[in-house]
């Protein structure tokens, strides 16, 4: 079983991309900053309130990130994908049919960064995607993210028992 934080809005999205980017910078200020040590005080007056708001920022964007994967869950099983809302209630639920097309791509843990986080063009984040298509319903997707190489291990296990059942699977990495 594979549970995981579906990504279904581009607030969410937005914010996991804004963690990411602080994530960069936060650390290359700090080495500037001990750089800087060496240098007079008053360069300090002006990089010291810079760390700090992209500190800030860093913490607000954590916070939306906590909101979100409060929101729910994305489980996926032998025989069902789930989609579950904060307290466990099942939102959505897809059965895994013989006859049903799974095409999984991504393979990321966390966010990964990445150049396309800085690029305009942002349809190719380090976002896991599964779509499934069968006679009951064609091109059905869901984003998400694992968040434990564990869970990225129990997700190439479920995808091998997909295969093992004669589902046809695409991998993408």
Do not use: C
């Amino acid at each position: 079983m594979v549970k995981a934080i579906p990504v279904l809005d581009d607030g969410f999205r937005k914010a996991i991309i804004g963690i990411a980017k602080y994530g960069i910078i936060s650390p290359v200020l700090i080495g500037i900053l001990i750089q800087l040590l060496k240098l007079p005080w008053y360069v300090l007056i002006v990089v010291v309130p810079v760390f700090l708001f992209i500190t800030f920022m860093e913490m607000k964007t954590h916070r939306k990130i906590k909101a979100g994967m409060k929101e729910g869950r994305l489980v996926l099983d032998k025989d069902s994908i789930r989609l579950l809302d904060g307290k466990g209630n099942e939102l959505e639920k897809v059965e895994i049919t013989p006859d049903t097309e799974v095409e999984v791509s991504g393979f990321h843990v966390g966010v990964i960064p990445q150049k396309p986080l800085f690029q305009k063009n942002k349809k190719n984040l380090p976002f896991n995607t599964i779509k499934l298509k069968n006679a009951n319903y064609s091109g059905r997707e869901y984003t998400f993210l694992l968040e434990t190489d564990y869970m990225l291990v129990q997700l190439k296990n479920l995808l091998t028992h997909w295969k093992a059942r004669g589902l046809i699977v695409y991998e993408n990495q």
